[in-house]
C-alpha cells in the first residue's frame, strides 16, 4: 500500500503515527498553549465610540472632524421628558426640568446643558437688551407667569422640535459632552452611567413623568451593550446547536467531546489573541467566536465521518485515525487555506470592525486546522470509541441522489442554471439603508427610547453644514444671513424636516429686540455693523457656557447650520442632500456652500463606501482562492471549474434577499467576500473525493460522481447543516447588522451545497475530458 502512495500520502501517515505516539505530549502541549493565549481574555475592552465604524481616511469622517474642529464637538446625551398629563407647563413640571439642567451639569464630561428654562431668553428694557434664563424658580411662578414662558417657548423656532414639542406635551434636556478621546473604553460609559442613575433618581421623584435617554453618547454606548447581549445569548445558543447537531449526526459521544473541545479552543485563541493585540471589540468583531465555532467544527466532522467510514470496514481505530488524516488532510488544509483568505479580504473593508471580524476568524480557522489534525486525532486514540453504525437514512438518500444527478444529469444542469439566472434577476430589487438607528433591536434601551423620543419630541438623524463666509466676521454681511436664512427656511419646507438650527433665528430675534420688541422687526439686520454689533452685544451677555461657540467659529467667519430629520431611509437623506447641494449652487456665494456631514451622513454611505474598497478584496481573494485551488488540486481546468459553484452561492442568496426582503445594510458589503472561502469548503472536499477516485483508483466520471456522493456526500450536508444553523443563530442578534450577516450567510451556505450536489456533478459530467456517457440521458459532448 505505502509504495504505491506519493510522498506527500506517506508524510502524512507517518505526522498521524507520530500524534497518536506522542498524544499526551500532543494534549498538553496544546492546552498549555491555549491557556497562555486565552490569558488574553483578561484585556478585552468594547469600543464605545461610533467612529470606530469609520476608517481614518473616510472623506465622511475627515469632513465630520474638521467641522469638531471648527466647532464644538456635539456628542451628547438628551433627556426627554413627557408628563402624563403631556403638558411640561406646570410648576411641577418646570421645576423638575429646572433641577434636572443644574444637576447634569455635574455629568462627567459635560460642556454645556441646553433646555427651556436655561434657554437664554432676550427682550428690551428701554435701550438695553436683557439676556436671561427663560424659567427661573419655577416653583415660585403664578399662573400668568407660566403663561408667558409658554408663549415664549411656543413661539421660538430655535426650542419648538428641539427642546419642546410643539403643543408643550414633552421637553429635554439636552447635555453637551466634551469627551477627552484618550480612552473610548471608558469616556462614554462614564457619562452614560451618571446619566441612567440621574433619571432613575429623577423617575423614583416623580413617577408621573415618563423620562427616556438618546444622543450620540447613548448611541456610543449601544454598541457595546449590543455586543455584550449577543456574546450572553448567542453563544450558550450556538454550543447548544452544536451539541444538538454533533449527536445528530455524529452519534458518538466522544466524537461530540472532541469537536466541542477543539471549537472551544480555537475560539479562546483567537478571542485571547485580540485580548493581547489591544484590539477594541464591536458588535461585528464580537460574533467571531459564534462564526469560529462553526467553521471549527466543520474540520473536525470530515475527518470523524471519513474515520467512522473506515472502521466499519474493518480497520482498528488507531489505523482508522491514521487513513483519515491521510485522505482529509488535503482538503481540510486546502479549506482551511480558503477560508482564511475569504476572511483576510475584509481587511480591504473601509469600516475597521470587519477587518477585527476577518483577522480573528482566520486565527481561530488555522487555529482549528492545527488543532483538528493533532489535538483531535490524540483525543480520539486515548477515549473510548466504538464503530458508529452507517446512518441508513442520510447515506441511502445520497446514493439515491448521485443516481439521480447522474441519470438526469441535463435536466439539473439546464435546471440549476435557469434558477441562478431567475434569482440573480431580483439582486436590482435590493436598496442599501444603514439608518444607524435601526442597527439596534427594541430589546435595546437605546433604539426603543430614540423611537420614543421621535414620536414624541425630536429625532436625532441630522444633517450639519459648515457655511462659510468671505472673510473673518463675514457672517455678519447680509448678504451671507440672507443666503443663511433662505437656506435655512429652504430646509424647513423639504419633507421629514422636524427642525432647522441657523444663526439666522438668533439675529432676527436680536433685531425685534432691539427695536423695542416690535414683531415688524423679526428680520435680519440691514447693515454688517447692525449685525456684529447686536451678535458682540449679544455674546457679552451669555453666561459661561451657554456661548455660541457651538454655531460660530472664533473669527466669525463660518457657522453651522444643522438640520435634524424625521428617521427615513440612507436613500432620502442622499436624496435631500443632493437637492441642498443644488439649491447652494444656485442661491449661495461663492464659497458658502460645502458638503453636509455628521454622524448620520458618516452611515448613509458606509455600505456604499465599503462595496467598492471590498470590490479589490473580493478580487484578491478569488484570485488567491483559485490559485490554491488549481495547486491543491493540481489541475488548471478543475481549479477554474470550481469558481463556477463557489461564486453563485451568494448571487441567489441576494437575489431571494432581493425577492422577500429588499433592503440591506452594512452587511451586504462583506457577505460575498466573508462567505466566498466558507462556502469552497464543500466544493473542495466533493472535487478531492472525486479526483481521488479518478487518479487513485480509475474511476468513470460517473462512477467517480457516486464516490464522492458515498464518501463525502453525508459529511457536506452535516457540516453545511450545522454551518447555516450556526450562521443562522446570529440572525437573533440585537444587532441589525450581525442578524443580517448570519441570515445571508445561512441562505449562502443551503444555496452552496445545493449547488455542490446538484450542480457542480453535472459540471463535471459534461466538461471532464473522456467523460462521454453520463447516464440515459446521453453524451455529454
Known sequence: MLGRLGKVDR????????????RFLVLALALAASGLAGWGTASLRFDTDYRAYFSSQNPELVAFESLQNVFNKQDNILFVLVPGRNDIFTKETLGLVENLTREAWQMPFARRVDSITNFQHTY????????????????????????????????????????????????????????????????????????????????????????????????????????????????????GVLIVALMIFLRSLSGTAVTLLI?????????????????????PSATAPTVIMTLAMADCVHILVSMFHEMRHGKSKDEAIVESLRINMEPVFLT????????????????????????????????????????????????????????IGLYGAMAWLSDCVCSRWRRFFWGALAGMAVLAAFIPRIELNDNFIDYFDPRIPFRADTDFAGNHLTGMLDIQYPLQAAEPGGIAEPVYLETLNRFAE?????????????????????????????????????????????????ELSLPLGLDLTDQVNLDKSATRLTVTLKKMSTRKVREMENRAQVWLAA???????????????????????????????????????????????????????SMIPNAMPAVMAFGLWGLFVGEVGLAASVISVMTLGIVVDDTVHFLSKYLRARRERGHSPVEAVKYAFSTVGAALVTTSAVLAAGFGVLAFSSFKVNAEMGLLSAITIVFALAIDLLFLPTLLLRFTPGSRKAGPEGTTG
Open 11 to 22: 508524510l502524512v501517515i507517518a505526522f498521524a503515527q507520530g500524534i497518536i505516539r506522542f
Open 587 to 641: 442661491n449661495a456665494p461663492r464659497g458658502m456652500a460645502r458638503a453636509g456631514t455628521g454622524a448620520n451622513m458618516m452611515f448613509t454611505h458606509i455600505t456604499e463606501r465599503n462595496i467598492k474598497s471590498m470590490l479589490g478584496g473580493a478580487g484578491f481573494a478569488i484570485i488567491l482562492i483559485a490559485a490554491a485551488l488549481t495547486l491543491t488540486l493540481r489541475s488548471l481546468s478543475y481549479g477554474l471549474l
Open 124 to 239: 428690551a428694557e428701554g435701550d438695553d437688551l436683557i439676556v436671561t434664563d427663560l424659567v427661573e424658580n419655577a416653583r415660585t411662578l403664578g399662573a400668568d407667569e407660566i403663561a408667558a414662558v409658554r408663549d415664549v417657548a411656543l413661539g421660538e423656532p430655535l426650542l419648538v422640535n428641539r427642546l419642546i414639542a410643539p403643543g408643550g406635551g414633552a421637553t429635554g434636556v439636552n447635555v453637551i459632552l466634551q469627551l477627552p478621546g484618550k480612552d473610548s473604553t471608558t469616556e462614554v460609559p462614564q457619562s452614560v452611567a451618571f446619566a441612567r442613575d440621574l433619571a432613575d433618581r429623577f423617575r423614583a421623584a416623580h413617577p408621573g413623568i415618563d423620562i427616556r435617554l438618546t444622543g450620540s453618547g447613548m448611541l456610543s454606548n449601544a454598541f457595546p451593550e449590543a455586543s455584550m447581549a449577543d456574546m450572553t445569548i448567542l453563544i450558550p445558543i450556538m454550543y
Open 336 to 391: 482551511s487555506l480558503t477560508t482564511a483568505i475569504g476572511f483576510l479580504s475584509m481587511n480591504t473593508s473601509d469600516s475597521p470592525p470587519f477587518h477585527d471580524l476577518g483577522n480573528l476568524t482566520a486565527i481561530g480557522v488555522a487555529v482549528a486546522f492545527v488543532f483538528s489534525i493533532t489535538v483531535l486525532p490524540a483525543a480520539v486514540s486515548i477515549l473510548p470509541l466504538r464503530r458508529v453504525p452507517q446512518t
Open 263 to 283: 471549537v472551544f479552543l480555537s475560539s479562546l485563541v483567537a478571542v485571547g489573541a485580540a485580548g493581547w493585540a489591544g484590539i477594541k471589540l464591536t458588535p
Open 490 to 538: 429652504w430646509f424647513r419646507g423639504q419633507p421629514g424636516v422636524i427642525h432647522v438650527n441657523s444663526l439666522a433665528d438668533v439675529m432676527k430675534r436680536l433685531n425685534r429686540n432691539m427695536h423695542g420688541d416690535n414683531p415688524e422687526f423679526y428680520r435680519l439686520p440691514e447693515s454688517r455693523e447692525l449685525a456684529s454689533q447686536y451678535l458682540l452685544l449679544y
